[in-house]
């Protein structure tokens, strides 16, 4: 069984920065990959970044390269999101995925995933 829980959400001004946290239980991590995405209201499910959890390059969405970091803790098997950089645009429920065997180009793919997070709500207004 795996469980995956976001964390670090909130209000930012734009400009500012914020960290999501996403902690997943269960094993298999050899074949894991994570992804994060995002959904603002009256649009669509995005994707934003993700990686596998060993080996292959992270990906990330367009609105998200040179503002967006993924990095990981594998001691405590947390992948974190450090956003900075920071625009209304950016206000979003975040969401965190588990999926495995993923191939490099199914990082994207939401449906591709099979564990999601409770997701965090990042509201970005001054």
């Known amino acids: 069984q795996v469980q995956v829980l976001e964390s670090g959400g909130g209000l930012v001004q734009p400009g500012g920065s914020l960290r999501l946290s996403c902690a997943v239980s269960?094993?298999?991590?050899?074949?894991?990959?994570m992804g994060w995405f995002r959904q603002a209201p009256g649009k669509e499910r995005e994707f934003v970044a993700g990686?596998?959890?060993?080996?292959?390059?992270?990906r990330y969405a367009d609105s998200a390269k040179g503002r967006f970091t993924i990095s990981k803790d594998r001691a405590k098997n947390i992948m974190y999101l450090q956003m900075n950089s920071l625009t209304h645009e950016d206000t979003a429920e975040y969401y965190c995925?588990?999926?495995?065997?993923?191939?490099?180009?199914?990082?994207?793919?939401?449906?591709?995933?099979?564990?999601w997070g409770q997701g965090v709500q990042v509201t970005v207004s001054a």
């Open positions: 995925a588990v999926g495995f065997n993923l191939r490099q180009p199914d990082i994207s793919d939401g449906g591709r995933y099979n564990y």
């Open positions: 990686s596998r959890w060993t080996g292959g390059a992270t």
């Open positions: 269960g094993d298999s991590f050899g074949t894991l990959a």
